[in-house]
């Protein structure tokens, strides 16, 4: 197409996230996931639980609190992880699973460090509660990505609001990549 045809041209995005969760990133990203789930199971039923029973009341409330977030956010990511992989692997069409990972909750249960108890629980949980939350924001960019959602993190402002501005911007970026009629 010349610079003084007044046909648009049809552009379309390079989605690179889909061919990340195709590649060896994705088996990295699924290998880390997997091991920190055994981490995290090896610890709380061996010596987290030994740890749990030194605590104050008010600790070891705070360390069922925060374990039961843990292991929460931790069965939603395997489920994500393993929903790709069967895609991934033709187990299940992409429509399927983006039906099924359509119920898969991130983002839901954050951890309470300023919360009552937080300062007496062990470090190691606390390491594995960081650890799971950046393996989590990991999984949520890629699945974002990939044409998925946010899994349910309501954004700062209203919904219309957003939508109004994510058509600004797609405006202004469409505009900005317009042929020039100037030749």
């Not at 939350?133 to 993190?153: A, Q």
Request: proline fraction near 4%.
């Amino acid at each position: 197409m010349t610079r003084n045809d007044k046909t648009p041209k049809s552009r379309a995005a390079i989605a690179i996230a889909p061919r990340i969760a195709e590649t060896e990133g994705f088996l990295t990203l699924f290998n880390s996931g997997m091991r920190l789930i055994e981490e995290t199971a090896s610890y709380l039923d061996g010596p987290g639980r030994s740890v749990s029973k030194s605590l104050s009341r008010l600790g070891s409330v705070a360390y069922a609190s925060e374990s039961m977030r843990l292991t929460t956010r931790l069965m939603q990511i395997a489920s994500w992880l393993l929903l790709q992989r069967a895609i991934n692997e033709g187990e299940m069409s992409n429509s399927q699973g983006i039906d099924e990972k359509a119920k898969v909750r991130l983002g839901g249960l954050q951890p309470s460090r300023t919360g009552a108890g937080w300062d007496e629980l062990p470090t190691e949980l606390k390491e594995l509660i960081e650890r799971s939350g950046r393996l989590e924001e990991r999984v949520r960019h890629l699945d974002i990505g990939m044409g998925g959602r946010s899994f349910g993190i309501r954004a700062p402002v209203s919904e219309p609001v957003a939508r109004d501005a994510l058509a600004d911007q797609m405006a202004r970026l469409s505009a900005a990549f317009q042929p020039s009629d100037k030749t």
